[in-house]
């Protein structure tokens, strides 16, 4: 299996449904950890036979299965699958999403102001990596989604939102300030009432 080119984003009329760019980015670095042979085998058993365009979006029980095999079958891997995948998952954003103009002004705004103003973009397309959760914003630098698609039925000792940590971090890094860190501070998956996002100044 082959990712197609990227396009303009569609987006969806129900809110069962996520971003592309929460699968295909494993599909391209899961080859690496496992082999394709392999890879295609998880994405066939989570019921992605095919790869869907990046502009289409996907059922999220899709995603979540995907995330939550990969986290299930390979328990000592996937912090680096996840991290990987979750770095060009923000990548494709900053390519396709986000234009040069608008990161040449972020990076010339202080830091609070060009992040806020970040978050709030982040807001609008929030069903893309939050599905039919609730994406609420606390304060600027703290982000939270209730009822995580991605960890529903999931139990875990610590948090598990690797992916969606990463894309953040590396968005929010690579648009305003190389300093800026997301941290995973509590999750649906180990007991939270949300999956918690906070931003950081190191």
Not at 50 to 56: C, T
Not at 102 to 114: G, M, N, T, Y
Request: with cysteine; charged share 25%.
């Amino acid at each position: 299996m082959s990712a197609p080119s990227t396009g303009p984003l569609k987006q969806p009329r129900e809110r069962t449904f996520m971003s592309a760019n929460m699968i295909l980015p494993i599909h391209d670095v899961l080859e690496r950890f496992i082999g394709a042979e392999d890879r295609d085998r998880m994405f066939s058993d989570a019921g992605l036979k095919f790869l869907p365009n990046p502009q289409d979006p996907v059922r999220e029980r899709l995603v979540a299965q995907l995330h939550q095999s990969i986290r299930r079958e390979l328990p000592d891997l996937w912090p680096g699958i996840m991290s990987s995948a979750g770095e060009k998952a923000a990548q494709v954003v900053l390519d396709y999403r986000l234009d040069a103009s608008s990161r040449d002004l972020l990076r010339k705004l202080p830091w609070s102001l060009a992040t806020w103003m970040l978050v709030r973009t982040t807001t609008q397309h929030a069903w893309t990596f939050s599905g039919s959760g609730e994406f609420r914003v606390v304060r600027t630098s703290m982000l939270e989604i209730s009822n995580n698609p991605v960890t529903r039925s999931e139990i875990s000792a610590s948090p598990v939102c690797l992916f969606q940590q990463t894309v953040l971090e590396n968005l929010f890094a690579k648009a305003i300030d190389t300093r800026l860190r997301c941290r995973e501070t509590q999750c649906c998956a180990s007991g939270g009432d949300a999956c918690r996002f906070e931003l950081t100044m190191t």
